[in-house]
């Protein structure tokens, strides 16, 4: 099965600044790669996927690369706002015919004013 | 409706009891997806709807979980003999196809006491 890792520590950022977040997965390279938002008490919110063809995805103020070599994914937030805090997850396809999603645990971003 | 809806919001049972969780997905879409979160962890998979068929329950825990989608829409999670480790938020998440990003509700906060 799929294993990914990510900051587990609160990462800390000045607001204005680039956020980075990484996101590195073991065993298989999937066919994509998906990123959440998730705020306290609340589902996840679906922000971006990218495809394993695809170096590199934006939306807006956010980019996502993807690294099969590497088996990484960074996400960027650019121009940070306090309104950016959340925790960010990655997720993968689980692979091994299991149609769900693994999801990693998600890193806490702080954008401080 | 405009997202997914989960019912109830926050559910407590004594150990041993039995529950069930509503999702109520957005409309047409085919797939949905229940997962499980601990806090501090990545939602974790339980099981996967394509229509009214569970497509894939490798993730449930054991044969005290089971969910049905009769009609290919809400689909209702039902645990039996709930314990205490099975307290969780409960997520359900629905998605037009496979491999496109998820639309998550608010999640069931499931406290067995």
């Known amino acids: 099965s799929q294993k990914i890792e990510q900051n587990s520590e609160a990462l800390n950022i000045q607001e204005g600044k680039t956020a980075t977040l990484t996101c590195n997965y073991t065993n298989y390279s999937p066919a994509y790669l998906q990123w959440y938002r998730q705020d306290p008490g609340r589902g996840p919110v679906f922000l971006l996927l990218i495809r394993e063809n695809e170096k590199e995805k934006r939306k807006e103020r956010l980019k996502v690369t993807f690294d099969t070599t590497l088996k990484q994914s960074l996400f960027h937030i650019t121009a940070s706002q306090p309104a950016d805090s959340a925790t960010y997850l990655c997720a993968l396809p689980s692979g091994g015919g299991a149609d769900g999603l693994t999801f990693g645990k998600g890193t806490h971003l702080i954008i401080q004013p | 409706g405009a997202g997914v809806s989960q019912t109830p919001s926050n559910k407590v049972t004594e150990k041993g009891k039995y529950v069930e969780l509503r999702c109520d997905p957005i409309?047409?879409?085919?797939?949905l997806y229940w997962y499980r979160q601990s806090l501090g962890q990545g939602p974790e998979f339980l099981i996967y709807?394509?229509?009214?068929?569970?497509?894939?329950d490798s993730g449930l825990p054991n044969d005290r979980f089971f969910a049905v989608r009769p009609e290919g829409s809400v689909s209702t999670l039902k645990i039996q003999r709930t314990e205490r480790g099975d307290s969780a938020v409960y997520l359900c998440?629905?998605?037009?196809?496979?491999?496109?990003?998820?639309?998550f509700g608010s999640g069931t906060r499931l406290t067995v006491v």
């Open positions: 409309s047409g879409h085919t797939a």
């Open positions: 998440a629905s998605s037009p196809q496979t491999g496109a990003g998820y639309t």
């Open positions: 709807f394509q229509g009214t068929g569970a497509a894939d």
